[in-house]
Antibody, heavy 122, light 111 residues
Framework: EVQLVESGGGLVQPGRSLRLSCVAS????????MHWVRQVPGKGLEWVSG????????DYVDSVKGRFTISRDNAKNSLYLQMNSLRVEDTALYYC???????????????WGQGTTVTVSS | QSVLTQPPSVSGAPGQRVTISCTGS?????????VHWYQQLPGTAPKLLIY???NRPSGVPDRFSGSKSGTSASLAITGLQAEDEADYYC???????????FGGGTKVTVL
């Protein structure tokens, strides 16, 4: 079964850091680009960051550039999101998402985890 | 405000046909980037419904179809069923932003 399982969410104060992890199973992890997509409860989807199959191409939404770092370990079938200088507006459910292609591009995203909740509050 | 514009809501009676529009610009849909559609049922993760403008993943009923023209795309649901009540999102890529973009989402209500 193709599966993505996120972990690492929680309650954190503004300005602090958090690291999200995602473990993939059921497919050849290093054949695909991966992404983080977030959703504020009751609101729409927002793409946060994407990484190509070999980490050669990485993109971020402007609002997290310089604060968040995406990475992957293909040997461990794992995707990560290091979130620094967290803001209240980063509060959301964070999904780990598999791309249909090896590149960060306009291909569809065919596998979604169940998400991990990040709450930034004092 | 999303780069891709969708109507906030659409509704229809069971058996009817509804369409959801997704309007972009010359740096995304108009630049030739593909459009994909996702269905999000209440309390669940999004599910890929249509990929590359008009293709259905295995298991998606043929009641769902997609199209793209110019700077816009649309999702059509024919023979609307109660189980289709959900939020629907379009997605593409924007060359100016160098990133993946989503529409704001459309809530489909079955009357």
């Amino acid at each position: 079964e193709v599966q993505l399982v996120e972990s690492g969410g929680g309650l954190v104060q503004p300005g602090r850091s958090l690291r999200l992890s995602c473990v993939a199973s059921g497919f050849t992890f290093d054949d695909y680009a991966m992404h983080w997509v977030r959703q504020v409860p009751g609101k729409g989807l927002e793409w946060v960051s994407g990484i190509s199959w070999n980490s050669g191409r990485i993109d971020y939404v402007d609002s997290v550039k310089g604060r968040f770092t995406i990475s992957r370990d293909n040997a461990k079938n794992s995707l990560y999101l290091q979130m620094n200088s967290l803001r209240v507006e980063d509060t959301a459910l964070y999904y780990c998402v598999k791309d249909l292609s090896i590149a960060v591009s306009d291909y569809g995203k065919d596998v979604w985890g169940q998400g991990t909740t990040v709450t930034v509050s004092s | 405000q999303s780069v891709l514009t969708q109507p906030p809501s659409v509704s229809g009676a069971p058996g009817q046909r509804v369409t959801i529009s997704c309007t972009g610009s010359s740096s995304n849909i108009g630049a030739g980037y593909d459009v994909h559609w996702y269905q999000q049922l209440p309390g669940t993760a999004p599910k890929l419904l249509i990929y590359s403008n008009n293709n259905r993943p295995s298991g998606v009923p043929d009641r769902f179809s997609g199209s793209k023209s110019g700077t816009s795309a649309s999702l059509a649901i024919t023979g609307l069923q109660a189980e289709d009540e959900a939020d629907y999102y379009c997605q593409s890529y924007d060359s100016s932003l160098s990133g993946v973009i989503f529409g704001g989402g459309t809530k489909v209500t079955v009357l």
